[in-house]
């Protein structure tokens, strides 16, 4: 006889373990399905994402700093990088937040299968375990299957010569010596930066015209000109051919050339640096270069992952990309099915999702909360300089028939900037000249990640850039950087 729940969330990433604890708070008993071996959960960005990566790149900014200790008075002999170290306290970070969120699980009286969950019917769901099958009935379910990365033809992983993130962060005791990075959106740029920092030869294409398209225009040119003085070798407005592609005993070979405008016009609105990137692959011209390197990195593609769901059991629409059909609260086509995470599409980003999945569950609940907004999903690269924004450029402003004011305040303003040794980048916002209302910020330098999250939280209350200004912020802080920038959208910043 099937087990009953309220819900049952198919998926244990951050689009499905988070709105299983909100459902939970909110009365209903959740059953969560996931598939990852070992039944870990946190999804992609947990166990071969954002933690481990970001773990990898704190070992590089530590890296950075000792080599720069001298500059503050601190002299440091021989500095080095042991990778397996690092390796290892990564792997550290990624269980101690494994048992944190399976103790959630249990505090939350949330029922876990390892298994593989699909539909027999919209409420009746089948688990597939090692041992056995069981079956569910839900009141409701909520699909939060994620997205994997996706091989190119004729890049195919080997996870040796062709690589992908997941193959970066599982490496237990080596690292490249050399690597081509083929694309420049987040992922790329970070694994740009973080080789760089450990002693890799790098080098980055990007078919586009520029780094990190899908930033803002002067974003991109400050991490080129970051990424130039760090060595890192960067071709834009190229294009790699994956037929050239040769695999030697030493690394791999492949052919670039210059990308063609039609190509480039092709490509551009498709995905972007939070979703579904296009790789900057294509037919190379006969007097084109040849990259060679220890391997390639495919930082480009992922796919969502719906194919064990069997979703012709049930009325969900899906797109021809693989994306799930749903309305702003979620909800898709099959009454009492909802999606969220990078199944549904928009920005393919782990607070995305959860956000995405506490408001399907409070809209199944009965509950009343805001639909989704996209403009208020905080885009953060960690790469050195960080890069953090959200909402409209100025440009997209503009096209959406905004009367658009902008300011730009540079880190070199910032006492604590200097204090710590990053004087580089700048804070941007772009505001309505007609209400006062924040569009967008678009940030590059020191802790921008971070900062950015009081710009988040202005948009969602509606604030303006005056009544930023007006709030009083630390001396000396990083968070001055908005301030100013804010007293700056009037011409009223101060130390500029």
């Known amino acids: 006889m099937a087990e009953k729940f309220d819900l049952v969330v198919i998926g244990g990433g951050n ?19 996931e598939k990852r071996e070992g039944g870990h959960l946190g999804g992609t ?26 500059e503050f008075g601190v002299k440091v002999g021989g500095v080095e990088l042991d990778y397996e170290q690092a390796a290892s306290r990564k792997d550290q ?34 688990v597939e375990l090692e041992d056995g099958e069981e079956e569910l009935e839900a009141g409701n379910v909520l699909i939060s299957t994620g997205s994997a990365v996706s091989s190119l033809p004729g890049l195919e992983f080997d996870g040796e010569k062709v690589i992908s993130s997941d193959d970066v962060v599982n490496m237990k005791d080596h690292y490249p010596e050399s690597v081509i990075i083929l694309g420049s959106g987040a992922v790329g740029v970070e694994f740009a930066s973080m080789y760089n920092d450990f002693g890799t030869e790098v080098t980055v294409v990007e078919m586009l015209d520029r780094l990190v398209p899908a930033e803002d225009p002067e974003i991109s040119t400050e991490i080129q000109k970051s990424f130039d003085n760090r060595g890192i070798h960067i071709l834009t407005s190229t294009m790699a051919d994956p037929e050239s592609l040769e695999k030697t005993d030493s690394g791999v070979k492949i052919k670039v050339s210059a990308a063609g405008q039609g190509e480039k016009e092709e490509m551009q609105g498709e995905g972007g640096s939070y979703g579904e990137e296009d790789a900057p692959t294509g037919d190379a011209d006969s007097d084109g270069d040849t990259l060679e390197a220890e391997c390639i990195l495919v930082a480009v593609g992922r796919k969502t992952v719906t194919e064990d769901l069997n979703l012709d059991a049930t009325s969900v629409e899906v797109s021809d990309r693989g994306i799930v059909q749903v309305d702003e609260f979620g909800q898709t086509a099959e009454d009492g099915v909802y999606a969220a995470g990078d199944v549904i599409g928009g920005y393919w980003l782990a607070h995305a999702a959860g956000h995405e999945g506490i408001i399907a569950v409070e809209h199944m609940a009965g509950e009343n909360p805001m639909p989704m907004d996209q403009n208020l999903v905080p885009r953060v690269t960690f790469c050195r300089p960080e890069i953090a924004s959200f909402g409209l450029t100025k440009a997209q402003a503009e096209e959406e028939g905004y009367e658009v004011k902008e300011s730009k305040f540079p880190f070199r303003a910032i006492g604590k900037a200097l204090i710590e040794g990053e004087p580089n980048g700048f804070f941007k916002i772009v505001a309505d000249a007609e209400t006062d209302l924040i569009l967008g910020m678009h940030a590059i330098g020191p802790k921008v990640t971070d900062l950015i999250a009081e710009g988040v939280f202005a948009k969602l209350v509606e604030g303006t850039p005056q009544e930023i200004g007006m709030s009083i912020h630390a001396h000396p802080s990083l968070a001055e950087v908005v301030a100013e920038s804010a007293m700056a959208v009037d011409g009223h910043a101060i130390h500029f």
């Open 15 to 33: 689009g499905g373990y988070i709105p299983a604890i909100r459902a939970s708070q909110l009365g209903m008993s959740v059953a969560l399905i």
């Open 45 to 70: 960005c947990l166990n071969v994402g954002c933690i481990p990566t970001k773990a990898l790149l704190q070992t590089a900014a530590m890296l950075n700093e000792a080599r720069h200790g001298e």
């Open 93 to 126: 970070v990624v269980g101690q937040l494994r048992k944190g969120v399976q103790g959630l699980m249990r505090k939350n009286k949330i029922q876990v299968y390892n298994g593989v969950g699909s539909f027999i019917k919209p409420k009746k769901i089948k």
